[in-house]
């Protein structure tokens, strides 16, 4: 991996989300916008593995680099790894080097956001649309055309074949 200014502030992050992170609990995810996702904690336990529900329903941040879908190259679509809706169309992925995938632009309609101070500076964080599962966090630092790094967690996506 590659010294620069994105890696060493996700590692400082990660350092961060460590230090503080270890002696909060996290937040719940947002909530789901259909109600056929307004699943209790328990339903959710039982859909998903443990990691998932770490970081889908509890805000959780999965290592970076551990994620298979990193190194994902074929043509599809990434889907929410709680509901299946589909969340980024893999021409919109990138190596961005931070060790999470990352994607320039989410299909319409599929995320939304809120504001994030864990880290005490103001993030932008962004869910799955229709079940509130947490997915990453979105910087200005991506390439063209829009500029923006949706920095996802791998175990929070699935990888759709087209």
Not at 10 to 35: N, T, V
Not at 98 to 118: M, R
């Amino acid at each position: 991996m590659a010294l620069n200014r994105r890696n060493l502030l996700a590692g400082l992050g990660m350092a961060l989300a460590g230090i503080f992170g270890s002696s909060r609990r996290a937040e719940a995810a947002s909530e789901a916008s259909d109600p056929q996702w307004k699943l209790t904690e328990a339903e959710w336990k039982k859909r998903l593995s443990p990691a998932a529900y770490a970081v889908l329903r509890r805000e959780g941040t999965e290592r970076p680099f551990s994620s298979p879908l990193n190194k994902e190259k074929r043509q599809g679509t990434f889907v929410c790894a709680g509901c299946q809706l589909p969340l980024f169309s893999s021409s919109s992925k990138f190596e961005s080097g931070t060790g999470w995938p990352s994607f320039w632009q989410p299909l319409p309609k599929a995320v939304s956001t809120k504001v994030d101070f864990k880290l005490v500076v103001p993030r932008t964080e962004y869910h799955c649309r229709r079940c509130g599962g947490h997915q990453g966090h979105v910087f200005n630092d991506g390439p063209k055309p829009t500029g923006k790094r949706y920095c996802n967690n791998g175990i929070a996506l699935n990888f759709k074949p087209s």
